[in-house]
């Protein structure tokens, strides 16, 4: 029969390798240091089809609805957080895709944006407010519009970012 220290040992011990346990896969959660890699290894002739099975969100058209996703991403009472959201517009000159991940120190999203056909990639310091404006149009649909912000209060030097549109 086990003494009582070592049945404290065996409980301490089940207990540490369980929270060892659930912090290794509450860290497997995707960031934007782990996508990058493979963003830059998207050929030039990737589908949208072949994004959207990579978990991306296809907003190109106006969509029927909010895109789920992108609600519980911005919204101001979603705890915990997704760190990332990943999306793609189709434009004249391909696919663009923008990559919005939550930085916790400003409590602000930032926007990573990746030109495929150019393969260029584009990180200029852009970030939003952790919400969204929808404004409606005279045609009924509902525009979803990033707000600029900075850190530090100061004016933002960029524009607000039209994220997608929904009919209302």
């Known amino acids: 029969m086990l003494k009582k220290s070592s049945m404290r040992f ?23 240091d782990t996508l990058l890699p493979e963003i830059y290894e998207l050929p030039m002739t990737v589908t949208a089809s ?18 789920d996703a992108v609600v519980m991403f911005f919204s101001k009472e979603n705890a915990p ?6 999306t793609f517009t189709e434009t004249e000159k391909g696919l663009v895709l923008r990559i919005f991940e939550h ?15 150019e ?12 919400y969204c404006d929808n404004v409606k149009n005279t045609d009924g649909t509902i525009e979803v519009w ?6 530090d209060g100061s004016y933002p030097q960029y524009p607000d970012h039209l994220l997608y549109r929904y009919l209302g």
């Open 10 to 32: 065996c409980y301490i011990s089940i207990f540490v390798a369980l929270v060892v346990l659930f912090l290794i896969i509450y860290n497997q959660e995707e960031t934007l």
């Open 50 to 67: 072949e994004l959207e099975e990579k978990g991306f969100i296809n907003l190109t058209k106006p969509q029927q609805k909010p895109v």
């Open 81 to 86: 957080r997704k760190k990332l959201l990943k």
């Open 103 to 117: 930085n916790d120190s400003n409590k602000l999203v930032s926007m990573y944006t990746y030109y495929v056909v």
């Open 119 to 130: 393969q260029f990639a584009e990180n200029n310091g852009v970030t939003f407010k952790r």
């Open 146 to 151: 990033l707000r600029a912000a900075v850190a």
